[in-house]
């Protein structure tokens, strides 16, 4: 028999899901990514399948405005990258659908 606490149970601590991370991006034309570093390892962008572009909750005091790119590593490594495009900064995209071989950003 399980003992009653009268303690509600409760789901745990919240984690967020598909954090992304800081990552180290060359730029290229147009701010496309040239070069990712990913594990210490500077790789050179061998294409990118797909891009697209997303502005969001634009009533936030932070608003999401973010250029995706859908990218194949020279060493076949497919990875998701986005520029936070109010801040400038590069981050690394991680969740479901998403393949990042040897990713520790």
Known sequence: MVKNTREAPGAGPIRPLNLPA???VEEGEGHRPVTITL??????????EDEWE???EWWR?????????????EDGT????????VAGAWYVQRGVGVQ???VGC
């Open 22 to 24: 800081p990552v180290s």
């Open 39 to 48: 594990r210490g390892r500077r790789l050179k962008v061998a294409s990118i």
């Open 54 to 56: 997303i502005a969001d």
């Open 61 to 73: 005091p932070k608003p999401l405005h973010r250029a995706y790119y859908a990218a194949v590593m």
């Open 78 to 85: 497919k990875v998701t990258v986005f520029r936070d495009l």
């Open 100 to 102: 990042v071989l040897g």
